[in-house]
Every structure is written in structure tokens, then in C-alpha cells.
């Protein structure tokens, strides 16, 4: 149940705004004026915080400034006059989530808390855990790893400004999740994000799905069809994969984003719009500038405000939120009654890479689901890309020990027994996943296709991953296991 503070020194409105909540089966406490809401917040866990700017003793700015440095998870609203308005532009850009006009209208209200609850939600969804005190007095985040803390607070500011962003990481970081809490968190949470993967779309139509077309503009454009700019006018654009796009569509791309128009594909005029953008990539797009695939200016364009997402298997501490996550999710889902996961689960999953990341996790755990009849998920309701892979990679690890051990320095080293501690980042991910994939090679005797399923990894990225790095599966063929 959500825990909702409502702040103002009018008694009448207190009441009115608490009705509505109790309503919906929030749980509602008042507070007449900025003092005692902080007290309050200092000593009960709120979602969410409605503030008058005006109040005795002190005002909801002055509120807002400390319930914020105490608890930023806390959602803040600010209630103001009209003659307040730019005091509560002001709350805006200090952290509240957005402010209502008085005379309130109930309906607003909670219309606007639902969607300030709803974005919280899907922070917390990616494993961002919301900072939250330990106790009073004690300054300590709790629910996430230090890293994920560090994300939680960059979308909190990225959310405040209207700049492009580019999200960067691996595959199943939750970087649309992230794209998404930046949108419902910032000033056009009102109007449409609108999602496209630009790996999905065949090249030939790829214009036509970013800025429309004309009917007759080619063969099968049987009427006039809006783009995805036109369709998130106003609001905001992600644009994931965008390292898989054609030079020529970057360069129109590049166009739109400077100037905010474009033309449609067959047509002869121009069409403005006013979109944020926010793109998403798993590739080195430096490293692809220098070979000439994707282009600098487009990249420093995309690339104004950048947020990394770490891998999972450099964030473990929050693999325990993460599955407690998924146990509710899919206890709902599925009606089961699973309680937690056995010990021998719990090492499997604590120990595994997860290349395939929150994603993979979130796969695996829907798996369990499905296949086991108990309380408890045990380690032998885990697909075998964690039960067999796992025992398989230790042996082989014994294996290389034993052969290093003989001077043998072959491709018998793993991944999990490389030296990467004098290695840049991008050189450590890149040994660590060259040597994954030849382990998972050896485990399924070269065959790409179990190869590809067990490991999670997508059999189009396979293909690309062992071109880029020179491997050839019949290599790893009727290898002892």
C-alpha cells in the first residue's frame, strides 16, 4: 500500500486532498506545515510527499530542500496558488516531480500521482532500488550496489533537463526501462515515448519508419504513413541499436536531430517536429567511428548527456533484490506460492556470468516457475544454461589449471581464470567475452546452435561475436569435455 504525506497549513484542503487518496486505499497522514513534514519523514517511510509552497514556520521550498537531501526515492508534488507558480517552477527543477494549481481538482491529482508512482515503479523494475535511510540520523542506501545507487541518481538529473542522451551497455541491461524512467520522470511525461529498434527493421524500410512516407513512394506504400518522429512529437524518441543504422540514414538522422524537420520518404515538403531524443547501444560506436562505420558529429550529437549500464556480473550484490523482484512478479503472474530459492540455487545463480544480464535472469527465473512444484525454486528447476554450463565450465577449468600447470598456454584458458587487472575496460569486456564464448564452444562441441540457446546469446550476435574476434566453431568440434 502506498504511503502518502499530505502538507498544507489549510485544514479544509488537508481533508479534501486525504479523501480522495483514502479512496483508492492509499495510506494517507497529514502534516499542517513544512516542520512537521520533515519531522515526519524523518521518522515514517513515505512514497510520495504533497507540499504547499506557502506555510508557517517553514515554507514547502524549504521542506522540499531537506525531505529530498534526507530520502531523493521520495516522490514530492508542490500545491500552490497561481500567483506561486514560479516558486513552484523553482520545486521542479529542485527535485519535485511536478505541481498542481489551487483550486485542486481531485481527478488531476490523482491522475498525477498515479503516473509520479508509476515511474517510480519502473526505476525500481531495473534494479535501480530507490535510496531509502537506514535509520534516522544514519546516512545509508540501502537495496542496490554502489554502482547502481550512482545510475539511480544520473537518471534523477538526466530526467530535469531536454537534451539528447545515449544509454551504453550490453544487451539486457534494461537500457529501454531506463530510457523510460527518464521520460516519465522529466518535463514531457505527458505526451508519447515512442520506442524503435532499429536492428529489427529491414534496411529498405527503415526511412520510411523513422520519417514516413508519401503514398506511391515505392513499391507497396499503398497510402501515406506517419513516422515514428511525427508519432513522438512533443514527447520523446528512443531510438535503440542505433550503431545498426546505414551511413545514409545517419546522415539524415543527423539532419532531423539538428534542425528538428525532415522529409518524408517520396514527399516534397518538410515536416517539423520538437522530440527528445534518447538512444541506446550495445557497440563500441568509438571504435566504429574510427573504421568509418558510424559518424563523429552524429555521435556527439547523441552523445550529450551518456549513461553506462554495467553488466550484472559487475553488479552481483543486486542479484538478491532482482530475484525477490521476479519471485513477486511471477508469483503473480502464474498464481504459485514460492517462498525463495534453496541454497543450491542460490550458488548457482550468485555464481553464474549472466551474459545475457537482467534479461537472462529474468528468463531463468520464469523458467523455475514453470518447472518446479515446490516452495522453493531448487537448482534442479534451472535450465541447463546454468545447471549443465556451470558444471561444465568448472571442469574445464580444473582442466586448464591442470594444462597451464604443464606450460600448456593454448586455448584451454577460460575466461574466468584471465588476468584483466592491468587491462582498460573495454579490453577486459572483450577478453571476458571472447573467452565465454570459446568455454561455451568447448561445452557443445562447436555447435553453433546449442551453443547460441544455451548460452543465451542470440545466434545473429554469435555469428557477429566469432567473426570479430577470428573464431571459427569447427575448431572447438569433438573436444573432451
Not at 39 to 68: C, F, W
Not at 97 to 107: A, G, R
Not at 381 to 394: A, H, M, Q, T
Amino acid at each position: 500500500m502506498f504511503r502518502v504525506l499530505v502538507v498544507d497549513d489549510d485544514n479544509a484542503l488537508r481533508l479534501t486532498v486525504s479523501s480522495a487518496f483514502q479512496e483508492r486505499n492509499y495510506q494517507v497522514e497529514q502534516a499542517c506545515d513544512g516542520e512537521e513534514a520533515v519531522n515526519k519523514v524523518m521518522s515514517t517511510k513515505y512514497d510520495l510527499v504533497l507540499l504547499d509552497v506557502n506555510m508557517p514556520r517553514m515554507s514547502g521550498l524549504e521542506a522540499l530542500k531537506q525531505i529530498k537531501a534526507y530520502d531523493n526515492s521520495i516522490i514530492c508534488i508542490i500545491l500552490t496558488a497561481y500567483s506561486n507558480v514560479k516558486d513552484a517552477v523553482e520545486a521542479v527543477r529542485q527535485g519535485a516531480y511536478n505541481y498542481l494549481e489551487k483550486p485542486i481538482k481531485s481527478d488531476d491529482l490523482v491522475a498525477l500521482v498515479d503516473r509520479a508512482l508509476k515511474a517510480q515503479n519502473i526505476v525500481k523494475t531495473i534494479g535501480l532500488s530507490a535510496p531509502a535511510m537506514v535509520a534516522a540520523g544514519e546516512k545509508g542506501l540501502v537495496g542496490s550496489s554502489n554502482e547502481m545507487k550512482r545510475i539511480f541518481t544520473l537518471i534523477d538529473k538526466l530526467a530535469r533537463v531536454d537534451t539528447s542522451v545515449l544509454i551504453r551497455g550490453e544487451s539486457g541491461t534494461g537500457k529501454e526501462l531506463v530510457a523510460r524512467a527518464i521520460h516519465m520522470n522529466g518535463p514531457r511525461k505527458d505526451d508519447r515515448f515512442v520506442a524503435i529498434n532499429c536492428s529489427a527493421i529491414p534496411e529498405n524500410l527503415i526511412e520510411s519508419e523513422f520519417f514516413g512516407h508519401e503514398k506511391g513512394a515505392f513499391t507497396g506504400a499503398d497510402g501515406r504513413k506517419i513516422g515514428k518522429f511525427q508519432y513522438a512529437d512533443g514527447g520523446t524518441l528512443f531510438l535503440d541499436e542505433i550503431g545498426d543504422i546505414s551511413a545514409t540514414l545517419q546522415v539524415k538522422l543527423l539532419r532531423a536531430l539538428q534542425e528538428q524537420k525532415f522529409t518524408p520518404v517520396g514527399a516534397n515538403r518538410e515536416v517539423e517536429v520538437n522530440v527528445r531524443i534518447v538512444a541506446a547501444t550495445n557497440r563500441n560506436l568509438e571504435e566504429m567511428i574510427k573504421k568509418g562505420e558510424f559518424r563523429e558529429d552524429l555521435f556527439y550529437r547523441l552523445n550529450v548527456l551518456p549513461i553506462f549500464l554495467p553488466p550484472l556480473r559487475e553488479r552481483k550484490d543486486d542479484i538478491g533484490s532482482l530475484l525477490q523482484h521476479f519471485l513477486e512478479k511471477f508469483n503473480g503472474t502464474y498464481g504459485n506460492k514460492i517462498t525463495g530459492l534453496a541454497d543450491d540455487a542460490m550458488e548457482l545463480l550468485t555464481k553464474y556470468n549472466w551474459p545475457g544480464n537482467i534479461r537472462e535472469l529474468e528468463n531463468v527465473m520464469e523458467h523455475a516457475f514453470v518447472i518446479e512444484g515446490g516452495t522453493k525454486i531448487s537448482a534442479a528447476s534451472l535450465p541447463d544454461s546454468i545447471r549443465g554450463l556451470s558444471r561444465s565450465l568448472s571442469k574445464s577449468a580444473v582442466a586448464s589449471d591442470n594444462a597451464a600447470g604443464a606450460g600448456d598456454t593454448s586455448k584451454e584458458s577460460l575466461a574466468f581464470n584471465l588476468d584483466l587487472q592491468n587491462l582498460d575496460f573495454q579490453t577486459q569486456k572483450e577478453e571476458f567475452e571472447k573467452h565465454f564464448i570459446i568455454s561455451a564452444l568447448k561445452v557443445f562441441n562447436g555447435r553453433i546452435n546449442q551453443t547460441a540457446l544455451h548460452a543465451n546469446i542470440p545466434k545473429k550476435t554469435l555469428l557477429r561475436k566469432l567473426e570479430k574476434y577470428g573464431l571459427t566453431a569447427k575448431d572447438y568440434q569433438d573436444l573432451d569435455d
